[in-house]
């Protein structure tokens, strides 16, 4: 095959330099934007991946275990762990869901109840009967969406699986592009490696540990207190603690409320103070001392960064938002390093070529 001479092609080096930057980001985004939808698989397999790295390390590094074996053993916990819990409740919600939709007459009852209790009617029973007849159409509508839903999380968990897979059996590589291709300087990975691994023990371990003693107190103050089915308000207010300002107040405020409606006026203001004082504080108390303890994260970055998360990503935010706001901290003190050693050396440069002052 004969080769074609350089002098045919009408660009010179620099614009075929500037040509090929062009097309790599233009590829790159219609890449991100087609796997945009799929964006929280690609997080979750990084959040998981720092999660394990360190029983990873231990198996594999120091005890000599075989790699893939470790690996699927990982991909095996998560499922049990996070992905089979959740499938589990979704079930469960939405059998409780289509079961709400059907007793519109007992929850105006309820509702009814309330008002006698409080003393006052904000509502009229044929506008609650109706809201509640909307209500329950609304949620056999979303049931089929639900469906459909479901069959996007299956896909996005399999693909965070099977991105999971490769990082940790193919770790060695994906580390070196990581230096290779990311534009920083060794101390600023390093930097940024401490960041991540600061937000991920302060936003997902903490959380999880945060989540896990709400859910604990509010399924023990249900039960104390007389609520029907507690273990399962339990592991609903494990998932709801995830989400911050509503987390479990979510679960034991109509719970108080129905015991109220029922005529039980003590437990219903037990649940309350309970929730109010105990569940409501252990909360702000645990998310502040964890955050410092586990990560040194700064507890306005945690809060800050869950509202910015969840607002952007969804849950997976919780954990995303604190490390984007603890990544722009880390680069802006970066940048003023950079700026300083710049100006330094600027400065030296400058005295060096400065002429020697004449001898008097």
């Known amino acids: 095959m004969t080769s074609i001479p350089d002098e045919t092609n009408v660009y010179t080096p620099?614009?075929?330099?500037?040509?090929?930057?062009?097309?790599?980001?233009?590829?790159?985004?219609?890449?991100?934007?087609?796997?945009?939808q799929y964006l929280t698989a690609f997080l979750g397999a990084g959040i998981l991946y720092v999660v394990f790295r360190p029983w990873f390390t231990a198996l594999v590094h120091r005890r000599g275990w075989n790699r893939t074996f470790v690996t699927v053993l990982l991909l095996l916990f998560a499922v049990v762990v996070l992905v089979i819990p959740f499938f589990a409740l979704t079930s469960l919600l939405i059998e409780r869901l289509q079961m709400l939709a059907k007793s519109t007459d007992q929850i105006l009852l309820v509702v009814q109840r309330i008002e006698r209790k409080v003393?006052?009617?904000?509502?009229?029973?044929?506008?609650?009967?109706?809201?509640?007849?909307?209500?329950?159409a609304r949620v056999s509508q979303w049931i089929p969406t639900l469906a459909s839903s479901v069959l996007n999380v299956i896909v996005?968990?399999?693909?965070?699986?099977?991105?999971?897979?490769?990082?940790?059996?193919?770790?060695?590589?994906?580390?070196?592009?990581?230096?290779?291709?990311?534009?920083?300087?060794?101390?600023?990975?390093?930097?940024?490696?401490?960041?991540?691994r600061n937000n991920v023990n302060a936003n997902v371990l903490g959380q999880a540990l945060v989540a896990l003693v709400q859910g604990l107190l509010t399924g023990l103050t249900l039960w104390i207190f007389g609520v029907p089915t507690p273990l399962f308000w339990t592991v609903v207010a494990f998932f709801l603690a995830f989400l911050p300002v509503l987390g479990t107040p979510l679960v034991w405020v109509p719970a108080a409320l129905y015991q109220l409606a029922l005529g039980h006026t003590g437990q219903g203001?037990?649940?309350?103070?309970?929730?109010?004082?105990?569940?409501?504080?252990?909360?702000?108390?645990?998310?502040?001392?964890?955050?410092?303890?586990?990560?040194?994260?700064?507890?306005?970055?945690?809060?800050?960064?869950?509202?910015?998360?969840?607002?952007?990503?969804?849950?997976?935010?919780?954990?995303i938002g604190p490390l984007l706001l603890s990544y722009f901290i880390v680069l802006m003190q970066v940048f003023a390093r950079e700026n300083r050693a710049r100006a330094h050396i600027s400065a030296a440069a400058a005295e060096a070529l400065k002429p020697p002052a004449a001898d008097e």
């Open 14 to 36: 620099h614009q075929r330099f500037l040509l090929l930057i062009v097309a790599l980001v233009v590829l790159g985004a219609l890449a991100l934007f087609g796997l945009l």
């Open 269 to 319: 203001i037990g649940i309350l103070v309970v929730g109010a004082v105990v569940i409501v504080n252990i909360d702000n108390l645990l998310r502040i001392w964890l955050a410092k303890s586990m990560g040194d994260i700064h507890p306005w970055v945690t809060l800050v960064g869950i509202v910015l998360g969840v607002e952007i990503f969804g849950i997976v935010g919780l954990v």
């Open 119 to 136: 003393g006052l009617q904000v509502t009229q029973e044929n506008n609650v009967r109706q809201l509640l007849q909307q209500g329950a």
């Open 156 to 196: 996005v968990v399999g693909l965070m699986l099977f991105t999971l897979y490769y990082l940790l059996t193919q770790e060695e590589a994906f580390l070196a592009g990581l230096h290779r291709y990311l534009p920083f300087r060794e101390k600023t990975l390093d930097e940024l490696s401490e960041s991540l």
